[in-house]
Antibody, heavy 121, light 110 residues
Framework: QVQLRESGPGLVRPSETLALTCSVS??????????WGWIRQPPGKGLEYVGT???????YLNPSLKSRLSISADKSRNQLSLRLTSVTAADTAIYFC?????????????WGPGTLVTVSS | QSVLTQPPSVSAAPGQTVTISCSGN????????VSWYQQLPGTAPKLLIY???QRPSGIPDRFSGSRSGTSATLAITGLQTGDEADYHC???????????FGGGTKLTVL
């Protein structure tokens, strides 16, 4: 069974960089079957796709975040990372680590429990 | 403002059937498979339906999905109090080149 666990600071100051890590167990970032990435959910609102990475290193980032966003994978540690620069209050959200399937669309078949990140001074 | 449009809330009595709609356009629902997720309070979403109507292992057949044109529908039959949750639809948008979701629908079982 795939398990995903997010970690990182719960509070980030405006204009600084948000950095999160996701530890993956029960699955491998070396596998070409799945994509791995992040989905976020502002408090009380809907889901927003952040981005995904394939085992080849190719990334698929939300165009609205692309200029501030990077997603990387450490295959030796089986960990996924997210970095979002120049954050504002609009980046306050629960960030979910996710395993995605791309087949005629994209859907998330496994989710981490999520971690709340608040952007505030 | 979400790309896909869902009603904010729906309600029905236990044992009844409820449907939740998800409206998009020719670049998203009209062109790509739709998935549905159930999010119980305080938890992560859980995959209910993928590829319009496929259920992952362990999802009861009380949950079903369909698509017509640029809209998709989730139907839940034999409603139970444990079905109270937020339901989200999602798909890929070929024009925006990103995954998109609806704003979520809160289901209340009266």
């Amino acid at each position: 069974q795939v398990q995903l666990r997010e970690s990182g600071p719960g509070l980030v100051r405006p204009s600084e960089t948000l950095a999160l890590t996701c530890s993956v167990s029960g699955g491998s970032l070396r596998s070409g079957t799945y994509y791995w990435g992040w989905i976020r959910q502002p408090p009380g609102k809907g889901l927003e796709y952040v981005g995904t990475i394939y085992y080849s290193g190719d990334t698929y980032l939300n165009p609205s975040l692309k200029s501030r966003l990077s997603i990387s994978a450490d295959k030796s540690r089986n960990q996924l990372s997210l970095r979002l620069t120049s954050v504002t209050a609009a980046d306050t959200a629960i960030y979910f680590c996710a395993r995605a399937v791309r087949s005629g669309s994209l859907f998330i078949d496994f989710w981490g429990p999520g971690t709340l990140v608040t952007v505030s001074s | 403002q979400s790309v896909l449009t869902q009603p904010p809330s729906v309600s029905a009595a236990p044992g009844q059937t409820v449907t939740i709609s998800c409206s998009g356009n020719s670049s998203n629902i009209g062109a790509n498979f739709v998935s549905w997720y159930q999010q119980l309070p305080g938890t992560a979403p859980k995959l209910l339906i993928y590829d319009y109507r496929q259920r992952p292992s362990g999802i009861p057949d009380r949950f079903s999905g369909s698509r017509s044109g640029t809209s998709a529908t989730l139907a839940i039959t034999g409603l139970q109090t444990g079905d109270e949750a937020d339901y989200h639809c999602g798909t890929w948008d070929s024009s925006l080149r990103t995954a998109v979701f609806g704003g979520g629908t809160k289901l209340t079982v009266l």
